[in-house]
């Protein structure tokens, strides 16, 4: 879940003017089960995701992202499910979180530790160059850290710092956060593509973009700050965002933001690149009524703060013989 910050974290983009995201994880999951498929079908790999595949030869996996990460990482005769919490091409990086969790389960099966940056680096380089998906950076590395952070970006790549606030603050900005879903799902590469970033008038909203990363930062750490100013700067960003591309948003999701705003959320925006997905709000207690009464149409998703990123939740070491 990204605040503030996106769109900084496009490499054409940081890497001459720098980036910084505002980001969490939350608990939302997405689950990678694999194992070695043992040798009693005609068919030497099973993967299980939206649909099923059954092939005998890498190439012929039609997921790219599977097809690559299995060349990667010399991966062979698998059955590999996917489940998740949430809905794919929703704005909530659930297939960076795939691509993390996939690479963490590859190198577990091979008895291999991956650190979180090795596992962030390389599902960047498997979703942007090998898949040629065009996007940030952001998702695969906040999947793979986890927690809440300022990612900032530079022409070295990136760090991750994290947000350092007193437990009670955190437990008060994450009661004052409402998601609805939109019910519109896109691809954010196809997003991405529709507002490349070209212009200079673009950059010069991604610059205003990236210095609300540090006013948001200070209204979390400094304690004599209203916490409720995140939820004004939150609007502030979503305003910008909206200018960096027509395909951003659409009518609908004008008319639900100004309604959400109207039943009185202070701020709010669209999740991910854009063009549906899930409406975050930041509002006050005393107004949650409103605004759920405002959103009823939409699905309400609760949701806390998560602490970790990707990891093993079952380890079972296979021995893998290669066929002759």
């Known amino acids: 879940m990204s605040f503030f910050g996106g769109g900084t974290d496009m490499e054409n983009y940081f890497r001459e ?38 092939v005998t030869s890498i190439d012929d996996i039609q997921h790219p992202a599977i097809r690559n990460a299995m060349k990667m990482l010399d991966m062979h005769e698998i059955r590999l499910t996917y489940e998740a919490d949430l809905p794919a091409r929703s704005g909530l990086g659930t297939s960076s979180s795939f691509a993390v969790g996939m690479l963490n389960a590859f190198y577990a099966l091979k008895g291999k530790y991956a650190d979180k940056k090795k596992l962030a680096d390389e599902a960047i380089y498997l979703e942007r160059v090998l898949c040629n998906e065009a996007g940030g950076w952001q998702d695969q590395i906040a999947a793979s850290f986890g927690g809440f952070n300022r990612i900032n970006f530079n022409a070295d790549g990136y760090e991750v710092f994290p947000v350092i606030i007193s437990p009670e603050r955190k437990r008060q900005l994450n009661d004052n956060l409402m998601m609805f879903f939109t019910g519109f799902t896109r691809f954010s590469s196809d997003v991405q593509k529709a507002n490349k970033v070209s212009d200079r008038e673009k950059y010069a909203q991604l610059k205003q973009m990236h210095k609300l990363v540090d006013d948001a930062e200070q209204v979390l750490v400094d304690k004599t700050r209203n916490l409720d100013d995140f939820g004004r700067l939150l609007d502030m960003t979503w305003k910008l965002k909206r200018q960096t591309g027509a395909a951003i ?44 009464a405002a959103m009823r149409n939409l699905m309400y998703i609760p949701f806390r703060f998560e602490d970790g990123g990707t990891r093993v939740i079952h380890y079972t070491p296979e021995t893998y013989v290669p066929k002759e």
């Open 17 to 54: 003017n720098g980036g910084s995201v505002l980001s969490t994880t939350f608990d939302k999951y997405c689950y990678v089960n694999v194992r070695h498929l043992p040798r009693f079908f005609d068919y030497s790999t099973e993967l299980s995701y939206s649909k099923t595949e059954r």
């Open 249 to 292: 948003s659409t009518d609908s999701i004008d008319r639900l933001y100004v309604k959400g705003i109207e039943a009185g959320a202070l701020g709010g925006k669209l999740l991910g690149a854009g063009g549906g997905g899930f409406l975050v709000f930041y509002v006050q207690p005393d107004k949650q009524e409103s605004v759920m």
